[in-house]
Nanobody, 119 residues
Framework: QVQLVESGGGSVQVGGSLRLSCAFA????????MGWYRQAPGKQRELVAA???????NYADSVKGRFTISRDNVKNILYLQMNNLNPEDTADYYC?????????????WGQGTQVIVSS
């Protein structure tokens, strides 16, 4: 089992910045991939950024150059630094972990944190 707890959401004006954190605990040694997803009202959940255990990263086109995902393996925290925010970034943001063991992958989700960007 892996537990994920997000924090850092809030309200910010256009052009502002926020840093989301996701503290992870439990059986973390088998986590192969972590990521941030978001879901805006009336829309499907979408991948924002992902990072592998080898620190390779991947970003949605809409956030490239503005968001940075990183992982502190000592503190067991996943971060999402969000800069130059715009109203289209308004959504609930969710931390995700995929744990692979014995050929089986299990997916875990945090409870979400809300980000509101206003003009």
């Amino acid at each position: 089992q892996v537990q994920l707890v997000e924090s850092g959401g809030g309200s910010v004006q256009v052009g502002g910045s926020l840093r989301l954190s996701c503290a992870f605990a439990g059986n973390t040694g088998y986590i192969a991939l972590m990521g941030w997803y978001r879901q805006a009202p009336g829309k499907q959940r979408e991948l924002v950024a992902a990072i592998t255990s080898g620190a390779s990263t991947n970003y949605a086109d809409s956030v490239k150059g503005r968001f940075t995902i990183s992982r502190d393996n000592v503190k067991n925290i996943l971060y999402l630094q969000m800069n130059n925010l715009n109203p289209e970034d308004t959504a609930d943001y969710y931390c995700n972990a995929q744990s692979s063991r014995w050929g089986t992958t299990t997916e875990y989700w945090g409870q979400g944190t809300q980000v509101i960007v206003s003009s």
